[in-house]
Every structure is written in structure tokens, then in C-alpha cells.
């Protein structure tokens, strides 16, 4: 039965791979339009030895800004997996010979508690997540300033030019998981999430000509418009999407302690790199993450505790993706507190405060330049560093029918740091047998 289920699932996310393939690359779609082939200002001024001037407008931002790609991944991976587990536990009675719930909540949905499902049980289900990120470390993104200066602007006169820009991005991400879990023993479970992404990336650069150097000379440093006339701004936009499997999460999970009121959950996930990173599916990285997971009262109020630390292998996204180089990708700690509560037979209120920290990752900074004429432009960079990710959690879980249960939830953020979406709601669907 449980492989029958297992080969329905794979075909059912197999067929959509066939239809989104695609050439152009979304990791490459922001150094597009900011690299060499990218943002391009015109000149028809003529040198001394009688060579036609190319404008060369560069920044630090060319490069720094594909770091947005490993933020993006970053945030995908602090972003919690619905957990797999049941909403049904079972304990054995011995002396009855039958199963019997071992507690009357149905759980939490983002975090875990200690209790497995019971010897023989199996539950799959289907989530869905929905996030569009708005921010990076408070700064909206479709506001990104950033200031292009020419090559060798010290020297002045027409060097000191700048093209001063204003940078929209918007990154939608859909998250579509379908989730196994398995009773292997009275307590121990395995379970497999196994993730369908769709990604949507857009980015516009309003760029404009500050002629700091060439005054009222529109020929040394121009663009042409749409039309073919000279002029001294120009946007620039790039926009793409991919859809396929994303990384494929397995996790072992076993009751260490188990006792009348609560117990202690040991978990430990194995994430595989089988989302396409160059496409921002997945990580790209192999990942580990062993988690304690503690969770107490056997009536309708059950709270509990997780602690975890992820650790993650190299990928492009950390290193450069146009090469191929591959680096090291941020790890993370996790820690979480919550408590859900049996209202009745039939729903269950889940409350989560939900915390990481992660280390020594790309962060946004906002800075400033001064051109040769002591004008001060805004613009932003990044830098490595460590921050820490605070969101709330508010769901519910009804059982609709039988052992059918019906998961919505609300994920909110509680602080600015890292690419953060304000809300992100979720849906699943859980059934148990």
C-alpha cells in the first residue's frame, strides 16, 4: 500500500517537470542585468588618438548584488517544512490488544512534538505555502538604490559621471509538498517530504545619467530611448520563472523518553540537493539537521519545545553560479515554542514562536556615496554576518471527515533581519490509516 502511494506521489510531481523546463537560468537573471552585458551607457565623444570612448560604469553592486541569490536560498531554508507528522498518534494497549490516541490534539503544524504515530500507521498529506518577499533587512525591494561610477572616477572630468539608480525586485515563491510518514516501530517513524517549487523572479533598474563631470555635454555619457534619440535615462528589466522538484527532505524521528505527561523526540533530517539551484528551486547543498523535540500534557493543552541546528554543504548560490564555483552555505539554529490546543475532538488551535540563527550570510547594508562634487547619493551593498529570524504562527487543524484533517496557518514576521515576507499562509490536507 505505502509503495503504491509512493509511486502515485513521484508521477504526480514527476509530470509537471516535463512542461516548465527552460534554458535561461533565474540565478543568472539579476548579474544579467547588471554585468558586462547589462546596464550600458553610449558615447560618441572621440579621443585624442582618434578612438571612440566607451563608457565604462561599474560598482560594487554588480557583484555583490548576486548575493541575492544566496539570501534568497538562505531564507528558503529558515523558512520551517510543515512538519510530516500525524495529527493521529497511537499508543498500544497491551493488555486490550488495540491502539488507542495518545493525545487529543492534533498537533502542531510548522514545529514537532515527541509522540510518533504508533507501529504500522501511515499518514500522507499535501501542503501548500505561498511566499512573496517584500524586504530584505528592512529595506523594500522595490526600492534598492545603488550609484555606478566610471572606471577610473578619481581621475575626474568626465570620469566623474555616475549613473544613479533606482532597483525593483520582486520574488514570489509557491512551495507545493506532499508528505509520507510511516510507523516503522511503536517509536520510531520515517517520514519524506517531497517538495514541488515554483519560482518567479523580476527585477527593473531605472538608471540615470548624473553629469557630474560632463555638464551640459549629453555626448560623452547617454543612452539611446526606445525611439533612437539621445537621452539621459534608460530602465532596464529582466523577469523569469521555473518550475520543478525541489530538495527532497527525509527525516528519521524517535521517542527517547515517553512518559504519562511528555516526553523527548529526538529528529534528525536529510535534506538532498535535488532542486535545481541554478533555477532557485532548491539549496544546491546537502544539509543535516538533528533536532530535540519535547512536548508535555495529555489533555486538550499540549505544549512543546524544539531546539535544531542545521548544517549545510557548498553550492554555487554561495559561491559564484556563473562559474560554477561552489562555497559553503550558511548553517543555521533553530529553536522553537509553542503549544497546541484540543478546543474540541474536532479542531485543534496551534500557536508557534518560531526563531533562527543564522551564521555568516550575505546581509543588505545601506551606505552612502559622495560624488566629486560633494553630492551624497544614497545606495546599498552587502556585507557577511550573522543575524537571527523571529516569525509567530497561528493555525488550526479540523478534522473534516474520518481521519481527514484540514491545516491552515498563518506565518508572521516578528523582526526585519534577512529576505523576509510579512505573511505567508499555508494549507494542507493530512489523512491517517
Keep these: ?12 510531481l514527476g509530470a509537471p517537470l516535463l512542461a516548465s523546463a527552460q534554458s535561461d537560468k533565474l540565478g543568472l537573471l539579476i548579474p544579467s542585468i547588471y554585468g558586462p552585458n547589462g546596464l550600458i551607457v ?54 486490550l490488544g488495540v491502539f488507542n490516541r495518545s493525545t487529543q490534539s492534533f498537533g502542531p503544524i510548522l514545529t514537532d512534538r515527541a509522540e510518533t504515530i504508533g507501529k504500522g500507521k501511515f499518514t500522507f498529506g499535501f501542503t501548500y505555502q505561498r511566499f512573496k518577499f517584500d524586504s530584505i533587512e528592512g529595506l523594500p525591494l522595490d526600492s534598492g538604490p545603488a550609484v555606478f561610477t566610471h572606471d577610473g572616477f578619481q581621475l575626474g572630468g568626465g570620469r566623474a559621471d555616475l549613473v544613479v539608480t533606482q532597483n525593483d525586485i520582486s ?4 512551495r507545493f509538498i506532499a508528505f509520507l510518514n510511516y510507523g516503522v516501530a511503536d517509536r520510531f517513524d520515517i517520514s519524506a517530504a517531497i517538495p514541488l517549487v515554483d519560482t518567479t ?31 539621459n535615462a534608460r530602465d532596464y528589466s529582466a523577469s523569469g520563472s521555473a518550475t520543478g522538484l525541489g530538495d527532497i527532505l527525509v527525516r528519521l524521528k524517535g521517542t527517547a523518553i515517553k512518559g504519562a505527561s511528555g516526553g523527548l523526540g ?63 552555505m550558511p ?21 508557534d514562536f518560531l526563531g533562527q540563527h543564522v551564521s555568516d550570510s550575505p546581509r543588505l547594508v545601506e551606505t552612502t556615496f559622495t560624488a566629486a562634487n560633494g553630492e551624497v547619493l544614497p545606495q546599498v551593498g552587502f556585507e557577511q554576518g550573522t543575524f537571527s529570524v523571529l516569525d509567530g504562527a ?5 478534522n473534516l471527515v474520518g ?31
Excluded: C
Design 403 to 433: 481521519r481527514l484533517l484540514l491545516d491552515a496557518n498563518v506565518l508572521f514576521k516578528l523582526n526585519d533581519s534577512g529576505l523576509r515576507d510579512d505573511v505567508s499562509p499555508l494549507v494542507a490536507f493530512e489523512y491517517s490509516f
Design 394 to 398: 497561528v493555525g488550526v487543524k479540523i
Design 171 to 174: 520574488v514570489e515563491v509557491s
Design 266 to 328: 529526538i529528529l534528525l533530517d536529510v535534506r538532498f540537493p535535488t532542486g535545481d539551484e541554478e533555477d532557485l528551486l532548491g539549496s544546491g547543498a546537502w544539509g543535516v539537521k538533528p533536532t530535540l523535540a519535547a512536548s508535555f500534557g495529555r489533555g486538550r493543552v499540549s505544549p512543546h519545545v524544539n531546539v535544531g541546528y542545521q548544517w549545510n554543504g557548498d553550492s554555487v548560490l554561495a559561491g559564484d553560479i556563473a562559474t560554477g564555483v561552489k562555497a559553503d
Design 42 to 95: 553610449d558615447s560618441l565623444a572621440t579621443l585624442p588618438d582618434g578612438s571612440t570612448h566607451s563608457a565604462h560604469f561599474n560598482n560594487s553592486f554588480q557583484d555583490e548584488f548576486g548575493q541575492f541569490n544566496v539570501a534568497l536560498a538562505t531564507q528558503l531554508l529558515t523558512v520551517p517544512f510543515p512538519s510530516p507528522a500525524s495529527g493521529y498518534t497511537y499508543t498500544f494497549d497491551e493488555t
Design 331 to 351: 548553517d543555521q539554529f533553530f529553536y522553537a515554542a509553542g503549544l497546541d490546543i484540543g478546543r474540541s475532538s474536532a479542531v485543534t488551535l496551534v500557536f
Design 201 to 231: 523572479l523580476r527585477a527593473t533598474s531605472h538608471a540615470a545619467i548624473d553629469r557630474v563631470g560632463t555638464a551640459g555635454n549629453n555626448l560623452v555619457h547617454f543612452y539611446y530611448d526606445e525611439n533612437g534619440a539621445i537621452g
Design 1 to 12: 500500500m505505502a509503495r503504491r502511494v509512493v509511486l502515485v506521489l513521484v508521477a504526480v
